[in-house]
């Protein structure tokens, strides 16, 4: 499959003109939120509001469009009343994203908090199964993301995301691999040796198969550092060469990749950073041009 690379794009004044928005910086998948991503509260999907966002998608060829959840849920939460409130939640979102007939729905698994990592991924899994059970999806996979690991927070490490793959099962579920969460999170792919690693992880908790979106972010903060602040592609600690290695794998290659790098424009360049970054992307992957970067 040809590589395919987006970017997540702002659905302010309704949800077709996040697809508008991603069509004018040239994507070819796009990531949006179904609902204002700090409240509980969303009106709902109007069949209206769901035809124009699929008319859009098929006017301007853009495929795999996929959703990211709240970052109010925490399904790992060991308080009730959060975590019932989270689970209704998660219902509403993962509706929403069968009504527009998405392909995902990226959700962070959540913070343990008080409790302990176990706990909490029994939490995730209890949660996780009955929102399937409740919403029945047809179109629409959860994909679990990979965190930072920044407090808390589970799914930072390779082995919790294939506890959560194998407990609930991968019918509906999947994973969202961010390379910054991973960077953050430790795992050292910049090498060759450790993009084989990394890999080799991933296959060995049987998460590599389940991956199904990737967030190529580059990262404001080095590896291990646990903290989470996305960078533009190739001027964080990642780097442009160890983009390079990890566009042109065959583990990763055929996925769609999402941007979720700080939008505006470069002073320099007077240009708009996601149009910037996605041809960055498309020079690393070996699509225009014959200028790569030393390996
Ligand atoms: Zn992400």
């Excluded at 925490?74 to 009504?99: F, H, I, M, T, Y």
């Excluded at 290695?245 to 990763?252: E, G, K, P, Q, Y």
Aim: with cysteine; proline share 3%; aromatic share 8%.
């Amino acid at each position: 499959m040809a590589y395919r690379f987006g970017s997540h794009t702002s659905v302010a004044g309704g949800l077709y003109l996040g697809v508008e928005r991603a069509h004018a910086v040239g994507c070819d998948v796009v990531q949006i939120f179904t609902k204002n991503n700090n409240q509980w509260k969303c009106k709902p999907l109007s069949d209206e509001d769901c035809a124009k966002f699929r008319a859009a998608l098929a006017e301007h060829k853009i495929g795999a469009p996929i959703a990211h959840s709240s970052y109010l849920i925490n399904v790992a939460s060991p308080d009730d009343e959060l975590w019932e409130k989270s689970l209704e939640a998660l219902v509403v979102e993962w509706q929403r994203c069968e009504q527009l007939e998405l392909e995902g729905l990226v959700m962070h698994p959540g913070a343990f908090t008080k409790s302990s990592p176990e706990q909490g991924q029994l939490r995730i899994v209890d949660a996780v199964q009955q929102a399937i059970q409740r919403v029945a999806p047809k179109h629409c996979k959860l994909l679990f993301e990979n965190t930072a690991g920044q407090g808390s927070c589970l799914g930072w490490q390779i082995e919790q995301l294939g506890f959560l793959l194998a407990e609930v099962g991968t019918d509906h579920t999947g994973v969202c691999w961010d390379t910054c969460h991973a960077l953050a999170a430790g795992y050292d792919f910049r090498t060759a040796k450790g993009l084989r690693e990394m890999i080799a992880e991933l296959e060995t908790h049987d998460v590599l198969p389940h991956i199904a979106a990737v967030h190529i972010n580059d990262s404001k903060k080095d590896c291990g550092t646990r903290v989470d602040r996305h960078e533009h592609i190739g001027r964080g600690f990642i780097g442009e060469a160890a983009f390079q290695r990890f566009l042109r794998s065959t583990a990763f290659k055929s996925l769609p990749m999402y941007l979720e790098t700080p939008k505006g424009t470069d002073e320099e360049s007077g240009e708009d950073w996601d149009m910037l970054n996605l041809a960055l992307l498309r020079r690393l992957a070996g699509l225009k041009g014959t200028t790569t970067v030393a390996s």
